[in-house]
């Protein structure tokens, strides 16, 4: 049998198919693993001066409003760093997803007072409300976790962090919290409005509305947006790569029982570091 020798055009021309193919198909892509460490810092100072409606005397119809002054400031500054690094790998199958945990350890200190006096009943026979002050025991040097969450989302890095309670070595007790003023929870006499405010953490919903800056104990992070591509993540030019941000918010938080509101600036500085495992 007689074989059919092609010509050199159609080789030629064969070779250039087989070499764009290859050009097209796409290549295997290693998994990126990185050892994820964080850092930052975070202040929170709180002020409020108004009149209290504290009660009522008398027989008249919703009786005479019994009132105080309340005057008072504070403030929770703590620096945070993780202990080891966390694992974070970026996963392009499917939707791209991107997200990791880390434990940290807190330290700072916390400062707060609360001063109540020129108490006013207007009724005769009713003795007005007596001067007094918050209790401070608990203000001071502070040591605590915090589990730190983070999550890509719609071309952002959301994180946020809340108080560990397994953390070992917490100082003071949290039993004590009731001893040092902040502006939720523990300032005598002051019935919040409801709703929440920008620097109180939502129930539900996405992570970057998961704030934590103002919980019942004074331990947490506000929620940081740092923006992020997925390119930027899952194919990264350098071995180390930095997110950084810095937060400022001001928040204001409404009282049933006073024209006045607790007024709240925060600052969240926080950085993450990315090491691609070799």
């Known amino acids: 049998m007689l074989s059919r020798r092609r010509s050199p055009r159609t080789t030629t021309l064969l070779l250039a198919v087989i070499v764009l193919a290859l050009a097209a198909a796409p290549a295997a892509q290693a998994t990126v693993l990185y050892d994820v460490s964080v850092s930052g810092s975070q202040t929170v100072d709180w002020k409020f001066g108004g009149v209290l409606t504290i009660g009522a005397c008398g027989s008249s119809a919703g009786g005479t409003p019994v009132t105080q002054a309340a005057n008072g400031k504070g403030r929770v500054s703590f620096k945070f760093r993780s202990a080891k690094p966390g694992l974070a790998v970026p996963s392009s199958f499917g939707a791209f997803s991107f997200s990791f945990s880390a434990a940290a350890k807190a ?3 916390m400062t707060g007072s609360m001063v109540y006096s020129n108490g006013q009943a207007g009724c005769a026979g009713f003795a007005p409300p ?3 002050s918050a209790a401070t025991s608990s203000c001071g040097a502070q040591v605590f976790g915090l589990n730190i969450q983070a999550e890509w989302k719609s071309g952002f890095v959301d994180l946020t962090g809340d108080d560990d309670s397994t953390f070992a070595g917490a100082r003071p007790n ?3 919290y009731a001893d040092c003023p902040l502006p939720v929870g523990q300032l005598p006499l002051m019935s919040r409005a409801t709703g929440v ?3 109180e953490r939502s129930p539900s919903g996405p992570l970057w509305r998961r704030t934590n800056e103002l919980n019942p104990l004074g331990r947490g992070l506000g929620s940081v947006r740092i923006a992020a591509t997925p390119r930027s993540l899952s194919k990264p030019s350098k071995r180390v790569k930095t997110l950084s941000r810095r937060v400022r918010k001001h928040c204001v938080i409404p009282l049933h029982n006073s ?3 607790i007024e709240v600036d925060v600052s ?11």
């Open 107 to 109: 330290t700072g200190s």
């Open 259 to 261: 024209s006045s509101s």
């Open 197 to 199: 405010s920008a620097c």
């Open 130 to 132: 007596e001067d007094f």
């Open 174 to 176: 949290r039993n004590a």
């Open 268 to 278: 969240t500085q926080l950085t993450v570091t990315l090491k691609q495992r070799r």
